[in-house]
């Protein structure tokens, strides 16, 4: 690798070797709070390189790009790997986790993620889906004590081998049909007529596969309840937010580029969404768990989000990075909030536990309403405009049924958005007095409402940065 | 695109008043009579602007007397436009107005007051903005801005079944709003694809060409969002559970002006941007406001519980208004949107006439009321006051209303109007049975027998004045709407 292909990689590297050195210190210095900061820090100045530093090479080693997309996504997901440091400062203390590692695999997480977002070829695509995902295996396990942690681990694991392999054999075939890994030839090549053309479809199908299983679109997403509630809190946040934004972020100029071969995938991509969004909505409707109705409420999510990943185009393109980031928000913010309450020997997660909560810890409880009330798209909440924007480039490109069923499952959303709400606020209390929150959570849940609110009420300056950055 | 703004954006200051005080409430959280004292100074400062709107501006013309647009969010089309006709007018005086009633009823709020006065604040925010603006994502934006606030008052300071009521009326109100964005949104796609203009103005969205079909369905999704709020039977279910659960401020709110959202919808909104579809549904319309009419005033006569009769009598006397509204003429027009000021008054003054019995006598339970007069003859007087004003006692506020509509309506329908005229009995019966079974009746010994106090008195002196006002001299409200009435109803059926 030259010079210049470094210097191209920095924000990975950044990313890559921090984690090294965080993993080494981590053996020699045991101090939990240094290494959380320092991996913080860290993230940081990788998002503040990928940012402001001007790649000199616009693709490196013909597997990762660095167009002004991969360093958007660069950018939000170091930040949301700074993000899940700091709301996990005092979780990580009440847990005696060893912050060395724990800060040293998200950093891990975050090359994973960026290197995916920024892949330009199926290989690269692979190395850094693998990077994150091996990485998440250890973190939703990460809490030793834990039998449920432990479950989930193993349950990610298993799910997670069986979604490699359908991703490792649907490159092969896609391979063995274009003679390429590279996405433009490869995708140039599904174009041809020829007799190769079917098995380059079924690779195509065997990475729909993977790809559901990663972001848990319906019949895949058995694995999402049971890891979300299992895995520590923060790490429930990640897992929602950058690490399914990554592969969505990836999969978007690929399925854009597939032109007329892709009128096939997107009769499945149609078929999918819509099974997502109902059976997500549906499933989660019964939940009690805070965390498993954020789990089913993510499914039904990654159902929105498929629509306007089917729509494509520019339209559609800025209908979902807008709704990836207030969702994002929205979620993170909600898996902080449930990360503030834990207590060292459990999570507070059912509903049960959570009575009255909101007079007890009124800040910590609005967030939460403001949270999940944005995840339902209740205006002025930012939710309402990423909503809006799918459903008007559903509309707008002809895709009316999905819109019409977007709009029904928000509706139908809105009972169990509703129901931890309610039951924070208007039932009496049973709830016992939590730790009142560290500094460091209030600033991030302060950060994140206040994020909700604004662009909420103006969401101008995001949607011409999505705009901006699309390929 | 140019920035046309006359003057002081006093809109803006109306609309954003309430938000400032609502954020400052829950700034000082920590002490009760602070939070009351900041938003009843709130309440009166709106007042102030919107009644110095009301004397300083030359009300009665057709056009918008103020008018405020500026850009906001560009990628979409939408922009922040708010108007102020005659119409709207009334109806922000009538906000204002009864909104410092609602925070006088609730003086006492033990059970977090910060939180209900920043929600009670934020509620006239929502409502305010529903009734200036003139974008439609806007509008919408308010439209479900007054939800949450509601949701939170009826589910947290309700009575016993308040999380049930709360829940209905969120989900009915949202089911019909949801239709309403899908239909604003496709409005907006087909209205860019004719003219290559993406916007969300009303002005504008009134010149889409629509071909009968589409507007129907249009017209139907619109409508489905307005006739749960009026509520039009049988869209009504909602209506008598969040009434009679919410607390005081909360009734006084839902029945004084969320209510009025729905109807000034339809004015506003729906029927403007479908002509056609507006006339073939006129006898629809008529014909539900006439069910409606009669089975709740049906309904109300069998209830026991004295805040659900004031309840089923709001969707009687809105179906009559709805009746006025599909009579489509001047006159009935006028009727009908002062009926919904009239209505507002009154019924606001009834809740709290509940809200006050209910402190004295624990109960609303009509079987465990009676003989009132005994002990507290001025509470009394005033409730008999309201009562009579409800029921259309001419000389007091729903009379001026009820009368404008049947004229009106037999002028172009007189079936209609020989109908509705056996609605005005129906209220006189469930009217006079609530007064007969609370003031006199055989008495029951109310557990607190003190009359008015000094704060109550100075709830309902206004209201009072205002009821008498409205109903022997509505000249100047029917002058300030006359001319954005005519300019509604020209150029259509």
Sequence with gaps: ?471 | MAETTTGLPFLSLLLWLPLLGALLCLLCYRSATVCRWLTLGTTILVLLVSLWLAFAGSTGEAGWLLFEDRSWIEPFGIRYTLGLDGISLLLILLTAFLQVIAVLISWDMRKHPAFFFALVLLLETGIIGVFLALDLVLFYLFWELMLIPMFFLIGVWGHERRVYAAVKFFLFTLAGSLLLLLAIISLYLLHGEQTGVYTFALAALKQTELSFGQELLYYLCFMAAFVVKVPLFPFHSWLPDAHTEAPAAGSVDLAGLLLKTGVYGMIRFAFPLFPQATEKSLPVLAGLALIGLFYAAWIAYLQFDIKRIVAYSSISHLGFVILGLAAWNQTAWEGSLLLMINHGVTTGALFVMIAMIRQRTGTREIDKLGGLWKTQPNLSAFFLLFCFASLGLPGLANFAGEILILVGVFASHPVWGAIAVGGVLFAAAYMLRLVQEVIWGSSCEPFDKSDLCQREWLILIPLALLVVLLGCYPQPALEVMRGPIQLLLGGMP
């Design chain 1, 1 to 471: 690798m030259s010079l210049l292909e470094l210097q191209s990689l920095l924000p990975q590297l950044i990313l890559a070797l921090g984690a090294t050195a965080v993993l080494m210190g981590g053996a020699w210095l045991e101090n939990r709070r240094v290494w959380l900061v320092i991996g913080m820090l860290l993230a940081l100045v990788a998002a503040c390189a990928a940012a402001l530093f001007e790649p000199p090479l616009v693709e490196v080693a013909g597997m990762y790009g660095t167009s002004l997309y991969a360093r958007f996504c660069t950018v939000f997901w170091s930040l949301c790997v700074a993000a899940t440091l700091l709301i996990s400062c005092r979780y990580a203390d009440l847990h005696r986790f060893g912050g060395g590692e724990y800060a040293s695999l998200l950093l891990f997480a975050g090359a994973g993620m960026s290197l995916l977002s920024a892949a330009t070829s199926f290989v690269g695509l692979f190395i850094g889906l693998e990077a994150f995902t091996l990485v998440l295996y250890i973190l939703i396990a990460f809490n030793r004590t834990d039998n449920r942690g432990a479950e989930a681990g193993l349950k990610y694991l298993v799910f997670g081998a069986v979604a490699t392999g359908f991703l490792a054999f649907g490159i092969a075939l896609i391979y063995t049909a274009t003679g390429s890994f590279h996405f433009t030839e490869a995708l140039a090549g599904l174009q041809v007529e020829n007799s190769l053309r079917p098995l380059g479809l079924a690779g195509w199908a065997m990475l729909l596969v993977a790809i559901g299983f990663k972001i848990s679109l319906v019949p895949f997403h058995l694995w999402t309840p049971d890891v979300y509630q299992g895995a520590p809190a923060p790490i429930s946040g990640l897992l929602a937010t950058a690490a399914k934004g990554a592969v969505l972020a990836a999969f978007l100029p690929l399925l854009g580029g597939l032109g007329e071969a892709g009128g096939v995938v997107k009769e499945v991509l149609w078929l999918l969404a819509i099974l997502t969004m109902l059976v997500g909505t549906f499933a989660a409707l019964p939940q009690t768990n805070l965390k498993r109705m954020l789990a089913y409420s993510s499914v039904a999510h990654m159902g929105y989000l498929l629509v306007a990943l089917l729509i494509g185009g520019a339209v559609g393109g800025q209908a979902l990075l807008f709704y990836l980031l207030v969702y994002s928000l929205a979620t993170f913010g909600a898996f902080g909030v449930v990360t503030s309450w834990a207590l060292a020997e459990e999570e507070i997660q059912d509903y049960a536990a959570i009575r009255g909560l909101g007079y007890l810890h009124p800040r910590r409880a609005s967030a939460l309403a403001v949270f999940l009330l944005s995840l339902a798209g209740i205006p002025p909440l930012a939710g309402f405009f990423g909503k809006f924007g799918i459903f008007h480039a559903a509309l707008r490109s002809g895709y009316t049924e999905l819109a019409v069923i977007g709009v029904l499952t928000s509706l139908i959303s809105l009972y169990y958005y509703l129901r931890p709400v309610i039951v924070l606020f208007m039932q009496d209390r049973s709830a016992y007095q939590l730790r009142s929150g560290c500094r460091e959570e209030y600033l991030l849940l302060g950060g994140c409402v206040a994020a909700i609110l604004f662009f909420g009420v103006y969401p101008g300056p995001l949607l011409e940065l999505v705009a901006l950055v699309l390929p």
